[in-house]
């Protein structure tokens, strides 16, 4: 009698450490992203991501000051990742403010390995980009609202 606890025991064990249902981690991520039943964000105007950074706006102006520090950050710490204008391991963040939120790109740079669990658009991104996440670089919210100046002139 005891026997059966105990098969019934591992097999419940089995079943919830495994997950291993031999899926490859892109296509859990794919099936996830089907269960959303709706897209929460119609649009990408009122996407500010997930995160540390709520939705605000940017003065007309560029902080010229400001842009060039953020370019030294983005040389130090992105470059080994992105390109400004061409697609390479991750996208071009040439034009981004025309297809993100500030808050979103933000967002994507504090919080990275929430935002492609939890946000519709970076989840699709990570699919885009072959399931493999953007490393969280750890920038202070300072250097990530620099490297956003930064990104405003390119
Ligand atoms: C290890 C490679 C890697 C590094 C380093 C990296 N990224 Fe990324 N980044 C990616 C990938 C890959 C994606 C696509 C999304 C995904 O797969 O998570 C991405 C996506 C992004 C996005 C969203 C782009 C869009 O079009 O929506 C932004 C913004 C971004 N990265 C900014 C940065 C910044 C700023 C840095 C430096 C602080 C940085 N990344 C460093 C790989 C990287």
């Given at each position: 009698m005891k026997g059966i606890y105990v098969i019934a025991f591992l097999a419940l064990f089995a079943f919830a450490c495994g997950g291993?249902?031999?899926?490859?981690k892109i296509d859990q991520i794919k099936e996830q992203s089907k269960m959303?039943?709706?897209?929460?964000?119609?649009?990408?105007?009122?996407n500010h991501g997930v995160g540390p950074i709520k939705a605000f706006t940017l003065p007309a102006e560029i902080d010229q000051d400001l842009a060039l520090k953020g370019q030294e950050v983005y040389e130090a710490k992105c470059t080994a990742c992105h390109k400004a204008e061409k697609r390479f391991i991750g996208p071009a963040p040439k034009g981004i403010l025309e297809r993100r939120t500030p808050a979103w790109v933000m967002n994507m740079i504090l919080n990275p390995e929430e935002m492609v669990q939890k946000d519709p658009m970076a989840k699709k991104l990570l699919i885009e980009y072959n399931g493999s996440p953007m490393a969280?670089?750890?920038?202070t919210q300072e250097e990530a609202r620099a490297v956003l100046e930064y990104f405003r002139t390119l």
């Amino acid at each position: 009698m005891k026997g059966i606890y105990v098969i019934a025991f591992l097999a419940l064990f089995a079943f919830a450490c495994g997950g291993g249902d031999g899926k490859s981690k892109i296509d859990q991520i794919k099936e996830q992203s089907k269960m959303e039943p709706t897209d929460p964000y119609e649009s990408w105007e009122n996407n500010h991501g997930v995160g540390p950074i709520k939705a605000f706006t940017l003065p007309a102006e560029i902080d010229q000051d400001l842009a060039l520090k953020g370019q030294e950050v983005y040389e130090a710490k992105c470059t080994a990742c992105h390109k400004a204008e061409k697609r390479f391991i991750g996208p071009a963040p040439k034009g981004i403010l025309e297809r993100r939120t500030p808050a979103w790109v933000m967002n994507m740079i504090l919080n990275p390995e929430e935002m492609v669990q939890k946000d519709p658009m970076a989840k699709k991104l990570l699919i885009e980009y072959n399931g493999s996440p953007m490393a969280n670089q750890n920038l202070t919210q300072e250097e990530a609202r620099a490297v956003l100046e930064y990104f405003r002139t390119l």
